[in-house]
T-cell receptor, first 113, second 115 residues
Framework: DGGITQSPKYLFRKEGQNVTLSCEQNLNHDAMYWYRQDPGQGLRLIYYSQIVNDFQKGDIAEGYSVSREKKESFPLTVTSAQKNPTAFYLC????????????FGPGTRLTVL | AQSVTQLGSHVSVSEGALVLLRCNYSSSVPPYLFWYVQYPNQGLQLLLKYTTGATLVKGINGFEAEFKKSETSFHLTKPSAHMSDAAEYFCAVTPREGGAQKLVFGQGTRLTINP
């Protein structure tokens, strides 16, 4: 089945540690996205990538980093510089950024203790 | 800049009753419009979208939405609620010329179904 996978589903880390969230897609989509979801705030764009080896900051990129070495993979690193990292993180993809619909993965819930 | 307003962070209806979730957008040019559903601790699933053509759009699970340009609205409805409809619903817009990276979400409406 084609789709987007995110791992792990739940992640616990101590304050001050960097952590990397995985996102993989086998839809052959060019564009991939990372969102952060907090209660009552909808989804906010962290980073997006239109092609391999290229990515752009979204609305809340501070304290996060990404890489796009392969078309199917777009990992997100939450660094110790992110002041409030506890949240639900969603990865999405679309055929290319000129199209209208994004498809979402199941999400990773990160809790920083 | 575009924005999306969902009226009511929580909506509660009885099983079998009409579901109405409201969404208004602010944009000088009508955007593409979407409704997504999110079940607890899961990702978002596309319910329906409006890009062009007929303004009444039918989606999955018996939902539909009507684009009304004069009211800048894209309200989501379902004639008869089912217990399985309990979830959070997000309205989203993206400009016609800008591409998917400019998808803007509303704050979400949590739908509760009473037996």
């Amino acid at each position: 089945d084609g789709g987007i996978t995110q791992s792990p589903k739940y992640l616990f880390r101590k304050e001050g540690q960097n952590v990397t969230l995985s996102c993989e897609q086998n839809l052959n989509h060019d564009a991939m996205y990372w969102y952060r979801q907090d209660p009552g705030q909808g989804l906010r764009l962290i980073y997006y990538s239109q092609i391999v080896n290229d990515f752009q900051k979204g609305d809340i990129a501070e304290g996060y980093s990404v890489s796009r070495e392969k078309k199917e993979s777009f990992p997100l690193t939450v660094t110790s510089a992110q002041k409030n990292p506890t949240a639900f993180y969603l990865c999405a993809s679309s055929p290319w950024t000129g199209t209208d619909t994004q498809y979402f993965g199941p999400g990773t819930r990160l809790t920083v203790l | 800049a575009q924005s999306v307003t969902q009226l009511g962070s929580h909506v509660s209806v009885s099983e079998g009753a009409l579901v109405l979730l409201r969404c208004n957008y602010s944009s000088s040019v009508p955007p593409y419009l979407f409704w997504y559903v999110q079940y607890p601790n899961q990702g978002l699933q596309l319910l329906l979208k409006y890009t062009t053509g007929a303004t009444l759009v039918k989606g999955i699970n018996g939902f539909e939405a009507e684009f009304k340009k004069s009211e800048t609205s894209f309200h989501l409805t379902k004639p008869s609620a089912h217990m399985s409809d309990a979830a959070e619903y997000f309205c989203a817009v993206t400009p016609r010329e800008g591409g998917a990276q400019k998808l803007v979400f509303g704050q979400g409406t949590r739908l509760t179904i009473n037996p």
